[in-house]
Nanobody
Framework: QVHLVESGGGSVQAGGSLKLSCAAS????????????MAWHRQALGKERELVSS???????KYSDTVKGRFTISQDNAKNTLYLQMNSLKTEDTAVYYC?????????WGQGTQVTVSS
């Protein structure tokens, strides 16, 4: 069982920055990130959930076209923590952001953290 807890959400003006964190627990240190593909998704009000960024166990990263060049995903294996650095935020980035772990035989999700970007 993997438990994911997001933090770092909040309200910011357009052009600002936020850094989201996702603390992973439940398995031995280092096991989660070595076996699971980690990702950030988001869901805006009235819209479907979408993939924002992902990182494989080998460190390979991917970004959606809407955030490429502005967001950076990273992970700290020693702390079992996933991050999403969000710069140059836009009002359209407003959403609930979810951390996800795609692990062998099961996917896990966090409870989400709200990000609100105002103009």
């Amino acid at each position: 069982q993997v438990h994911l807890v997001e933090s770092g959400g909040g309200s910011v003006q357009a052009g600002g920055s936020l850094k989201l964190s996702c603390a992973a627990s439940g398995w031995s240190s280092g096991w989660i990130f070595s076996r699971c593909k980690m990702a950030w998704h988001r869901q805006a009000l009235g819209k479907e959930r979408e993939l924002v960024s992902s990182i494989n166990s080998d460190g390979t990263t991917k970004y959606s076209d809407t955030v490429k060049g502005r967001f950076t995903i990273s992970q700290d294996n020693a702390k079992n923590t996933l991050y999403l650095q969000m710069n140059s935020l836009k009002t359209e980035d407003t959403a609930v952001y979810y951390c996800a772990a795609d692990c062998p035989a099961h996917n896990y999700w966090g409870q989400g953290t709200q990000v609100t970007v105002s103009s």
